[in-house]
């Protein structure tokens, strides 16, 4: 059924979240629902970038490591994340990319259950994460194991070591049982990593609660730290003083500043640090925590998944495109509609001031953050994409394939 503007107007007016839109510029004219590919840019965020070049840097110059709390920022930043994602501050830091702490906290899992040779993941997560495990199942002489969702639970047995897992589907937006999978990889000894790139800032998640072992996360998505955004890492309590990775940097040894010759790990997940943090961006990424500043987190899963619900629901009536129903109960904040021409129509559709993203060869992938997705944006998102399918506007010439995937 396609939504009214009456029923839109109504829950927009009783939205308990309204109020965070305006903590973002968003481009008037513009209807934008690809915030789980690249979070809107903190309207706070200009201000604190030009503070932080002109007087930071510009002025304070190399005294500003200190002065400005520099060289505490993945461990001050990670702390300001860690409500985000249920961790206690000192068990998560901001540092690096989400391929090289999948890397990383693979690496320390494998050393932390030696004898067993085997990585375990579902065969349709996002392919980066199975290219790493590749590489390191080649370096460490591991086998990684690729299987259905509906075959996890029956292959964990007594040789896997580390049960690697996206929280939220990045195409399906099913959402796995952090809790119930956790406990099966532990009942046979083995640890978990959870990638939390599609759900950091949009659902609720309990690291600690749920006794995980490691997780990582995106900067750029829902947390909205900007392009190329520093990711995070959880090293949950139990593992500080044990868990190694196999790629290590000055700035997780112990004494950094001693420059002694061999590495000696730093207390807590600050071990997982590497080499020198790239101020500027972690800058903007704090800019984009920031915005989640007294937001209730379940409010922002409810609110999503009713976005999600009145799109998928208008969509499917309209002409020439199937919508994957929005999985029962708890799912991510995005939706796929296929159509067999996907890019043409998003390119037209984009054309019209509504920004999604597509991936071949037939899905368009709408996002729906609860932080600056307005009800009515749901109406008018479904009313440019029946224009776009009435007119048959897609067909033409300007809309043709050019260029990279959005």
């Excluded at 590495?263 to 990424?285: C, D, E, K, Q, V």
């Excluded at 409010?299 to 495109?321: N, W």
């Amino acid at each position: 059924m396609m939504p009214t503007p009456t029923q839109l107007a109504a829950l927009d007016a009783a939205d308990p979240l309204a109020h965070a839109r305006a903590r973002f510029r968003l481009p008037p004219g513009v209807i934008y629902l690809d915030g789980n590919s690249l979070g809107p840019l903190p309207a706070a965020l200009p201000e604190r970038l030009a503070q932080t070049v002109a007087g930071e840097w510009g002025d304070g110059l190399i005294r500003s490591w200190n002065d400005a709390g520099w060289i505490d920022l993945p461990v001050t930043l990670g702390a300001a994340i860690a409500p985000l994602v249920g961790a206690e501050p000192a068990a998560v830091v901001a540092c690096d990319s989400v391929s090289l702490n999948l890397f990383k906290l693979a690496s320390a899992a494998l050393a932390l259950r030696p004898g067993r040779r085997t990585i375990l993941m579902e065969a349709s997560d996002f392919p980066t994460d199975a290219y790493v495990m590749q590489g390191l199942a080649r370096l460490a002489g591991v086998t990684l194991k690729r299987v259905p969702r509906a075959e996890l639970v029956t292959a964990l047995d007594a040789d896997v070591a580390l049960l690697l897992l996206s929280h939220a589907h990045y195409v399906t937006a099913e959402v796995h049982d952090m809790a119930a999978m956790s406990a099966a990889a532990h009942a046979v000894g083995a640890l978990t990593l959870w990638d939390l790139s599609h759900s950091a800032g949009a659902l609720v998640v309990q690291l600690d609660a749920d006794g995980i072992d490691f997780a990582v996360g995106c900067g750029y998505k829902f947390l909205n730290g900007g392009p190329g955004a520093p990711a995070f890492a959880y090293l949950a309590r139990r593992h500080w003083e044990t868990a190694l990775p196999a790629l290590t940097g000055w700035m997780g040894h112990a004494a950094p500043f001693d420059f002694a010759a061999d590495f000696a790990p730093a207390a807590g997940a600050r071990r997982l640090l590497t080499g020198t943090p790239p101020i500027l961006a972690m800058r903007a990424l704090e800019a984009g925590v920031a915005t989640f500043a007294d937001i209730d987190i379940a409010q922002a899963e409810a609110k999503s998944r009713q976005l999600v619900a009145l799109f998928a629901a208008g969509a499917a009536t309209l002409p020439g495109v199937t919508v994957d129903a929005p999985p029962q109960g708890r799912h991510g904040a995005h939706v796929i509609i296929r159509h067999p021409e996907a890019r043409r129509v998003m390119t037209a559709l984009i054309a019209r001031g509504v920004i999604g993203d597509m991936r071949p060869p037939d899905a368009m992938r709408f996002g729906f953050p609860a932080l600056t997705t307005r009800f009515a944006d749901v109406g008018t998102a479904l009313a440019a994409l029946q224009a776009v399918l009435d007119s048959g506007e897609w067909q033409e010439e300007r809309f043709a394939p050019r260029g990279m995937v959005s």
